[in-house]
């Protein structure tokens, strides 16, 4: 086979695959979950801070000088 036939048999065939998952991809549809707002549902309380999660205080190290001396 000639090189020139082999590429063309490769573009046509790739081009078929893309195609074809552009198509069934139209036919389905994009894939969402049903309902994203019922994740935060529970979060409703939270509504009036701005800045998002507060950050969770840092355990005291042992390695570090500073755990092993009391503070004043």
Do not use: E
């Amino acid at each position: 086979m000639h090189i020139g036939l082999k590429v063309g048999i490769f573009a046509t065939a790739l081009a078929a695959t893309f195609g074809s998952a552009y198509g069934v991809g139209k036919a389905v549809g994009p894939v969402l979950p049903d309902a994203p707002a019922a994740r935060h549902a529970g979060h409703a309380g939270h509504a009036g801070r701005s800045g998002g999660a507060t950050p969770r205080p840092r355990p005291a190290d042992s390695r570090s000088p500073r755990a092993a001396t009391p503070s004043t």
